[in-house]
């Protein structure tokens, strides 16, 4: 990192002001587009529980994003908004964090530039403010790396900050929590320098806190729910067999993600089929989308061929090493095919630790970490049925972050630092002119949220008795959260998946209504249909049970 304090760094200033514009400018749009993903109102419905208020919660998940958000609820503002600017401020939080990351390895103007790029991808743009979790997560993600690399290079006291910000990461999104794996490796490979501040007791006291943590964090699940829901999670993320196909994201193709990573990067506009399906992976990528990849492609070589510097191949081992970490590749890709994706990892980091302990040289160490970044992410990610374009996003920095490190690598090689801003410049430019093209194509209201709104407005001008009716739907946590009241989920297609009937599951928990968002079903056996919204495209329908109305 160059030598400076953050108060002269006016470039820091600017990237503060600019991402506040630029993600004020996200959640105007994302407050038009409204709310149509599954987790999300369930997020919502959360921070409604912790606001003291419940209309149906699902504890299960991270809590991070919603303790936040509940906070604004208690203040009065009960809004999709309130949330969509939780998420803003930690998108913000994010580009700073990025920035100050990339310091460690380039100028200033690169990681300025590089945190601009990073923000305008297309796969980013489409999540940023959306209110999922995967962007805050990597938010506290990035700063919990940022602190351990400061706590390695300058001071231990920032150990704390950095495991205390994983926490926040992990309980924003479990998965998130392998950026731990992360953290470790990098003070595995600086274990030269940690053994200089490691005493008995700090170590100790280090350790004794975090298990206080980890017990209290637990006692407080296990008493309100009888079980600590990450743990499941690992074991489901663990063995796919866990997984059915029921689920709407069950995918088995291991490369669905680098097929369309394109699209990720850089789409010209969102595809129509975004609302119904709200996967990217329907868009057109631009020309900029594959020059970014080949470019990071360029930078990942170019780590590769400092293996092979002429210092590394004087080591009198250097071939036997080399056929040693052949073999581990091998065994790599094996044991991803054919064993568990957890071997997978454990295999990978081993890998990478053993290239920086037997050659060192020309190996930058933040390189490590970014390729140790990209292929923990990839493997976990590629491996699970399960597969939704926003959960790669992580891997987003790295290859970012390799596009700079290439076009650094082209300036040095010409010998004229002009050269790679000229390069970050023109795709930067490219960037702003795609962005603004997508961003518009995608800030329209979902037409299925407003047939959604326009149903349960309906249905509270029906009943004026509705507060106390039971009530079902196939999208309840939607339902919920539109009526302020809790909504049972019932999917006739998980139902079925499990030899039960719609009809049996309404008596079962006595519904008078059922509102069948997106299972398009004919009819329902007691029951009558009292709302149908005549649209072709996103079918709607309410039913009454039989003997009111």
């Not at 203040?75 to 969509?84: N, P, Q």
């Not at 006595?510 to 009558?528: M, R, V, W």
Request: proline content about 2%; glycine content about 4%.
């Amino acid at each position: 990192m160059e030598n400076y304090t953050l108060k002269e760094d006016k470039l820091l200033y600017l990237l503060v002001i600019v991402s506040c514009v630029y993600t004020g400018i996200l959640v105007y749009c994302q407050n038009i587009i409204g709310i149509d993903y599954w987790d999300i109102f369930v997020y919502l419905n959360n921070a409604m529980l912790f606001a003291h208020i419940n209309i149906g919660s699902q504890l299960s998940v991270p809590p991070v994003l919603s303790l936040i958000t509940s906070i604004l609820f208690q203040m009065g503002f009960i809004s999709e908004l309130s949330l969509f600017c939780v998420s803003g401020a930690l998108f913000v939080f994010l580009m700073i964090g990025i920035y100050l990351l990339f310091n460690y390895r380039f100028p200033r103007k690169y990681s300025f530039i590089a945190s601009l790029l990073f923000s305008m991808t297309s796969l980013v743009v489409t999540w940023a403010v959306s209110g999922s979790n995967d962007l805050p997560s990597l938010a506290f993600a990035v700063w919990a790396l940022l602190f351990t690399i400061k706590a390695v290079e300058e001071d231990s006291k920032y150990y704390y900050l950095a495991f205390g910000l994983f926490l926040l990461s992990f309980f924003t999104r479990f998965t998130g929590g392998f950026v731990l794996i992360v953290m470790i490796s990098y003070i595995l490979l600086n274990m030269d320098s940690v053994k200089k501040q490691v005493t008995g007791r700090n170590l100790t006291i280090f350790i004794l806190f975090f298990m206080l943590v980890f017990l209290v964090i637990g006692a407080v699940y296990y008493s309100y729910q009888g079980g600590i829901p990450f743990i499941k999670q690992f074991i489901e993320v663990s063995n796919s067999n866990q997984v059915s196909s029921v689920n709407v994201g069950y995918e088995l193709n291991s490369f669905y993600y680098l097929e369309h990573l394109p699209k990720f990067i850089s789409s010209y506009s969102v595809n129509d089929l975004y609302f119904s399906s709200l996967s990217t992976v329907y868009n057109t990528a631009t020309p900029l989308a594959y020059v970014i990849l080949i470019l990071s492609t360029l930078g990942i070589l170019t780590f590769v061929a400092n293996i092979n510097s002429k210092a590394n191949r004087e080591d009198k081992l250097f071939r036997e090493k080399i056929l040693a970490l052949g073999v581990i590749s091998i065994f790599i890709i094996i044991s991803y095919s054919h064993i568990s994706y957890l071997v997978t990892e454990i295999l990978f980091i081993g890998l990478m630790l053993l290239l920086y302990k037997w050659l060192p040289n020309k190996i930058n160490k933040i390189d490590l970490l970014m390729i140790l970044w990209m292929g923990i992410f990839i493997i976990l990610h590629s491996y699970h049925p399960v597969k939704v374009d926003r959960y790669i996003v992580t891997i987003i920095i790295p290859i970012i972050y390799f596009m700079i490190l290439a076009a650094d690598s082209i300036g040095q090689h010409l010998k004229n630092k002009k050269t790679t801003i000229a390069i970050l410049g023109i795709i930067l430019i490219l960037m702003l002119a795609f962005n603004a093209n997508y961003l518009q194509s995608i800030t329209h209201e979902n037409p299925h949220t407003a047939e959604e709104k326009k149903a349960s407005q309906w249905l509270k001008d029906y009943d004026d008795n509705l507060t106390n009716e039971n009530i079902s739907s196939d999208r309840g946590v939607a339902f919920s959260w539109y009526l302020k009241k809790y909504t049972y989920t019932t999917i006739p297609r998980v139902l079925q998946s499990n030899n039960e009937s719609l009809e049996e599951k309404l008596n079962s928990i006595n519904a008078k209504y059922y509102i069948d968002s997106t299972s398009n079903i004919t009819g329902i056996e007691g029951y009558h249909r009292i709302y149908t919204n005549n649209n072709r495209e996103y079918k709607l329908a309410i039913y009454e049970k039989d003997g009111y109305g």
